[in-house]
């Protein structure tokens, strides 16, 4: 292996080290988002239906996906600060796996080259030994 792909892949293999200790400390997580929202009650004379509205709320929401259907939970505040964290955790993994899978490609790019260079190499040695 060249000297220059061996440190590229020295390198690779530094930054895929750290995305894993990035990992170990994500701690709990969960799917979905929370949001804050603000809706009117529909009630006839309510401050909610006026112009310009003045709509209830705040009331803090948590949704996720459950067997391919949307499921809503209504949270109190102090619960929409630790779910918003949960899901926080969720999104700082995902990003964390997107760049182990960013580094591995180009990882196995380096790796390919030099399997397909040995192979290369392998197969004229073959053939140079043939003819003698």
């Known amino acids: 292996m060249k000297a220059s792909k061996a440190r590229s892949l020295a390198a690779l293999d530094r930054r895929l080290g750290e995305l894993k200790e990035q990992i ?23 401050r909610c239906g006026a112009d310009p509205p003045r709509l209830h709320g705040p009331y803090w929401q948590w949704s996720t996906k459950v067997g391919g259907k949307t499921v809503t939970r ?21 990003a964390i796996v997107a ?3 960013r580094v591995s490609e180009r990882a196995a790019k380096i790796l390919l080259e030099e399997a397909a260079a040995a192979a290369g190499q392998a197969v004229n040695r073959s053939l140079s030994s043939v003819g003698h």
């Open 24 to 46: 170990a400390s994500v701690g709990f997580l969960l799917p979905g988002s929370v949001v804050r929202r603000f809706m009117p009650c529909g009630k006839p004379g309510c």
């Open 74 to 94: 209504r949270l109190p505040e102090h619960a929409a600060a630790v779910y918003a964290e949960l899901v926080d955790n969720r999104r700082r993994l995902e």
């Open 99 to 101: 760049e182990m899978q």
